[in-house]
């Protein structure tokens, strides 16, 4: 947290031949083979090289050796970091080039940081186009502070005077030449002057002023020299769009809203995308900025759920959107119960009216009533006895639903699967929620981003993945934007402070978390109490912590029933049944959630994700860290008991803040109540009032 | 260290055809640059892919992503990770596909180890030849594995029991025909009528257990399905022989070795190669296997030091055998008063008759008298006032030194530095230990020992690196063979514990430690109280914690006594003036020193690194470890207090001792006196018998 962050400067780096080349990343088709796709996959290689004459290793943020880009998103401040290091006692100095997707070069100096023992080098960037960019780290020897520490030490001492003075002139004279070649004059009279001042006659005293002057430093930066410079070779980071990092979600399901039963008749009308305009409007009117909705395709009847995941629907009974496809078509076509392709456009249009953006369940499986499992039967695995196979957990069978076989015919699935994703493009669809990308190949989620990134980079990807740590980073290392967390299982002070430890700072280049406080399958433990104070906790807690969070709705109603005690599903759930509710009745936390986006978007401190520091406070019942971002400070101090009030002392590191010791004026977003804090702060925090969200005003 | 062991299959890998090809390593000549070396320098290139169709990561032994080799001995047990995952619920395997110098390929499944939900997978192999190995590790669909579970839920729950026999069948008749195909007729028989046993009307029990029998395990391993075959890049290990991780320095400045004083004259005559033939015996005698001179070249006498590091050498004084170089030569010759070539032979040959090897100090400086001075001047830094810069870390100046500019001209001083090395190495040397490595281009030895691995492999490099952890990795990983290390300076429990830890664990693959107890450069302070039980303690340590250590001569004798009070010069130290010793003065560690020697000799387990595990004994004066190889296991309790008798418990960890518990006879290979150990052990040490070396009998 202590490290400065800087802007990238725009100078250009020196041209190309004051440089060894530096190899760049090269693509190279591999041949097909019989157990891998039976068509031409492209896989990014990099080249790792031994050590240059300087050397530079441990590089970051560099993904699986460089074969695939690290992530960002315009404008945010990333870390660039390496160990640099060099044979005996002069000096070594370092520098990031990055090179924008226009082919420009920019480069900043890298700091040695603590521990030196370890050589740890660093600098902090903001990235302000969206694309691939490219960088790499060049460690070079620094003839100026070798000599500076030569001068510093032997000056004063009166040792070879002279020839301190003279080799210093002749690197002010060469720096001034540089500087006047680059059109810099008054730099190059400035180093000129300087030269002229090192006078051996001069006493110590003087001549050590002059070199060390601050304005010599700067200019030294820019003119000094730099020799024996050693490049990496270059790796890739990939910027999104901001949205990729920062986004509120907020899923319903659309035949929910406005669905209506007919009283005697027990038959129910869907709702349909026209008749949820007007929640869009209450969505948008609490502040979030993405609204996801399960499955719109037409749904199998084959094995259909009934209600509470049961094996004997009624008549009636809708079925899971999850299970896909039936005679009216698969995933390419809409259920004829929430319209046409008019109605969906209409849908999208009025969204983006409001702001919000729609996000479209993606779930690559089938219903054994699937249009493909007849036209390809290849797409799907087939059993000894020439069955189709259906889901299993052995001993659990989901026979509504067939998963898709990647293996069979790659380039036909892999392609088949490329068409569908283009045409919700073409109808204004940019972000989809991946329905268990972790039963799907790897490799075949590498594939297709890839091609989106070519043809459509703004196009998001969220992953529902979870499972364990290797697969769900994995998914995020080959390029899905975002990801579904383990945040519903973490509870406690110790869980969330570990957890946000390796988000923000272990996993941040390749895995950007979104944190869900419920959703259809996760009905968490913490929540089934219904204490509302619970859900204000878990709603503060996901909304503060990371840049991105999202609510399934029912959760501002309080609802938390489960289907069975110890489990997670909801009773009654929505993905078996509709599910239309009264979104005004009280109580509800659309106020807070409303105040919650609304800080969102007011605080850039909290659409980050790197730059969290936890703040001590003894008590395990109240979770409290500082988040920043230049110069947007918030401090969030959040009770974890739903039903007890909560008291400790919140000890303000200074530090962390980058404040200087002294009173410092906050104000809570949520109440806006202002307090003077200082290095010791108490604070209670009740059921009704589990927290505060604190400003740090800057005089 | 509860990793089972396992020797390298021999049989070879699937014919190239069956699965996709594998980038192989590429060596890419880079154009010469203004600020690299100018002349072809070959960096090693390598190719990181991205995930395969089973996903393969965090593959090791892998160093700095493939650009140098791993590094094992001949015969060394080294383990083979890898992190490895699939997507869904079907079985994923992993197997090391090895390939030999020759370019034989040996094939060893991988096993899935704790903590299962981080997916590492790992293997133990022994390389047994010397030479450049590759490596590939190729993830697999295993559809065997994901039959037998099914069939282990499903048959006993009475599910698909057709289904499952027929896929059952279908997978052994397919297996029976690779046995078949292979010539194995045994198993292919065997697998065949295993298929015929799956009938269902059978109990499950039954049918269970004709699958699961541990034959069908094992010819399934050899002949089941592997699908998906996914390998990572070739990765290289470089095999060299044994005693580049196990040997027993002595270090021995030949000069005074029956040096004489003239008794009135005050005029030294030189002891000479031809005069340490007796001594080499005695050497031979306490079982060293390696010989290491001070370097033998012509001493320069501008600016030589006089006795104890003086400015003002006496006439007579012979000066520092590091000052190399005079009219009388340099690197390349011989100091006139150590005798000829011919002689050096005959050093050479009688060390060959003990079983000794010789190791030559190779200093990459030069005195001002040194030839180079005049006839390549390019070879040294020019000063502004146009001096040849002597090294300096100022304010100190050492002015009897000059230091090497290895980027004037790269191509000259690197062929020229190859020359000598190859002379000495014509002359029958095969060892060097580097003088301050550190102090020069990484690069640069990254070059050398990449010549001589290609033209003389046999070739040995110590680098006596004392200097940050980045750079003393980086001369591993670039290729010394071996390093001194922060051995003298870890003295407590925690700080050997922790310094084992990551020797034996985390740097095993590039850095192999040489534990020397003393050098004519440091006398430690814990040997600086003249305690003879301090020099024991400290010989049991390194003879045992390390498979290679080193004793400077003096040590035997408990020479002492420090220049100053607190510093680690020795006083009269032996780089200034001859020092001749009688090395039977009473009192002595000759026995010890010979003792230690043979037990090393005799027990495989302290031949090794990597297998060390520390046992719990509740005193802080008390360390008690157990280092494994094979069947050997050799339990070492020592005392880190010299001055009194300490006592404690030490718990024997069965489960890593790979022992049933129970009592366990062990023999005391210090003094042949046998115990009973049980779960808890009282060890009394008293100064007088500080450690004791246990040898665990296994009946």
């Given at each position: 947290m202590s490290a400065k962050p800087r802007p990238p400067r725009t100078r250009p780096a020196p041209a190309k031949d004051d440089r060894p080349p530096a190899p760049r990343a090269a693509a190279k088709t591999l041949a097909p083979a019989e157990s891998t796709p039976a068509f031409e996959l492209t896989l990014p290689l990099t080249i790792a090289r031994g050590?240059?004459?300087?050397p530079v290793r441990a590089v970051s943020p560099v993904i699986e050796g460089g074969a695939y880009p690290a992530k960002a998103v315009v404008g945010e401040l990333i870390p660039i970091r390496a160990k640099v290091f060099r044979e005996g006692h002069d000096a070594v100095n370092a520098s990031v080039i990055l090179t924008d997707p226009t082919g420009v070069e920019h480069r900043t100096d890298l700091t040695a940081i603590e521990p030196r023992g370890l050589d740890p080098w660093e600098t902090w960037v903001r990235l302000d186009q969206p694309g691939r960019w490219r960088f790499r780290i060049e460690g070079w020897s620094d003839p100026w502070a070798t000599w500076l520490h030569h001068a510093e030490v032997k000056l004063p001492a009166g040792i070879d005077i002279e020839l301190v003075c003279t080799e210093g002139r002749l690197l002010l004279d060469a720096a001034a030449s540089d500087a006047a070649a680059a059109g810099d004059a008054v730099q190059a009279s400035v180093l000129q002057a300087t030269a002229l001042l090192l006078l051996p006659e001069r006493p110590a005293g003087d001549l050590l002023d002059a070199v060390t002057a601050s304005g010599i430093a700067s200019a030294m930066r820019v003119h000094g020299p730099r020799e024996l410079v050693s490049p990496t070779a270059d790796f890739e980071i990939f910027v999104d769009r901001r949205e990729a990092l920062f986004a509120s979600w907020y899923e319903f399901f659309p035949r929910s809203i406005g669905a209506t039963k007919a009283p005697r008749a027990k038959k129910w009308t869907s709702g349909t995308f026209d008749s949820c305009h007007q929640r869009l409007e209450e969505v948008a009117a609490m502040g979030f900025d993405v609204i996801y909705l399960p499955p719109i395709h037409p749904i199998g009847s084959a094995f259909r759920k009934g209600r509470n995941n049961t094996l004997t629907p009624e008549a009636g009974d809708p079925g899971s959107p999850w299970a896909i496809g039936s005679a009216k078509g698969g995933h390419d076509a809409i259920h004829p119960d929430l319209g046409d392709w008019d109605s969906f456009d209409r849908f999208i249009a009025k969204a983006g009216e409001l702001g919000l953006e729609v996000a479209l369940d993606f779930a690559l499986q089938a219903s054994p009533d699937h249009p493909w499992v007849t036209s390809h039967p290849e797409w799907f695995t087939t059993r000894a006895d020439g069955t189709i196979a259906y889901a299993e957990n052995p001993p659990k069978k989901y026979q509504d639903i067939y998963p898709i076989n990647f293996d069979n015919d790659p380039a036909g699935i892999y392609h088949e699967v490329l068409r569908i994703l283009k045409l919700w493009i073409s109808h204004g669809v940019k972000i989809f929620r991946v329905d268990n990308p972790h039963t799907k190949p790897v490799q075949f989620w590498a594939w297709i981003i890839e091609q989106l990134r070519q043809s459509d980079p703004d196009v998001l990807f969220l992953a529902e993945a979870f499972t364990r740590p290797e697969m769900m980073h994995a998914l995020g290392k080959v390029g899905f934007h975002s990801s579904y967390t383990y945040f519903t299982w973490r509870n406690t002070k110790a869980e969330l402070t570990e957890y946000l430890t390796e988000l923000s700072g272990q996993t941040d280049s390749f895995f950007r978390p979104n944190f869900f406080v419920n959703t259809p399958d996760i009905n968490p433990t913490f929540l089934q109490s219904g204490n509302p104070a619970a859900f204000a906790i878990r709603a503060v807690l996901a909304a503060t912590l990371s840049p991105a969070w999202g609510v399934y709705s029912g959760f501002e109603l309080f609802e938390h029933a489960p289907?069975?005690?110890?489990?997670e599903e909801y009773l009654d759930s929505e993905k078996y049944e509709y599910r239309p509710r009264d979104y005004s009745a009280e109580p509800n936390l659309n106020l807070l959630l409303g105040r919650l986006n609304q800080i969102r978007r007011e605080h850039p401190a909290l659409q980050q994700l790197r730059r969290i520091h936890f703040l001590d406070?003894?008590?395990?019942?109240i979770l409290a860290f500082v988040k920043i971002d230049g110069d947007d400070t918030v401090i969030v101090v959040c009770s974890l008991n739903p039903d007890q009030t909560v008291e400790t002392v919140v000890k303000l590191d200074y530090a962390a803040l980058g404040l200087a010791p002294g009173p410092v004026q906050v104000r809570d977003?949520?109440?806006g109540h202002s307090f003077t804090w200082g290095y010791d702060n108490f604070v209670r925090l009740a059921p009704a009032n589990p927290a505060h969200v604190l400003h740090v005003v800057r005089s």
């Open positions: 050590f240059g004459r300087i289907l069975k005690v110890g489990g406070a003894p008590n395990d019942d977003e949520l109440t």
